[in-house]
């Protein structure tokens, strides 16, 4: 092979390290910043969320916290950008005492709001929340 096909070999394998690399840096930025995947680890959110089921998650919809980040930096308190939920949202959260475990869940009571359940009823701030079936559900 001569000096000059060898020099192009180099160049083009270069080229391709160096796409691949601004790729990777740019999902590493997406995911970062705006939008995470996560899958379905257990039945809690059956029937609407199954087992298995992958989600995207907006992670700029309620602002961003240390666990936002990768490896969760301690390089501020609390939540920057934030707004409350809503009753109803599907969220992704992490326990302080417990920062490897996803957790994901729908969102039934608000900043203030009395959750009580008692014989399977769910009630809140004293009202029961009425069940309305819609369906037969199986996990076949």
């Not at 989600?55 to 240390?66: D, E, H, L, T």
Request: glycine share 8%.
């Amino acid at each position: 092979m001569s000096d000059r096909a060898d020099k192009k070999h180099e160049s083009a394998l270069w080229e391709n390290i160096k796409v691949i690399i601004q790729a990777l840096l740019l999902a590493m930025v997406i995911r970062t910043v705006f939008f995470q995947p996560f899958t379905i680890p257990s039945g809690s959110m059956m029937p609407t969320l199954l087992v298995g089921d992958y989600i995207f998650v907006n992670k700029f919809a309620y602002g961003y916290s240390k666990y936002s980040l990768p490896f969760s930096p301690d390089l501020f308190d609390g939540r920057i950008f934030g707004s409350e939920p809503e009753r109803g949202d599907v969220i992704v959260f992490r326990l302080p005492t417990d920062t490897d475990v996803d957790y994901i869940k729908r969102v039934i009571g608000l900043p203030g709001d009395r959750i009580q359940v008692t014989d399977g009823v769910l009630s809140i701030n004293g009202e029961s929340v009425p069940r309305q079936p819609n369906g037969a559900f199986t996990s076949d």
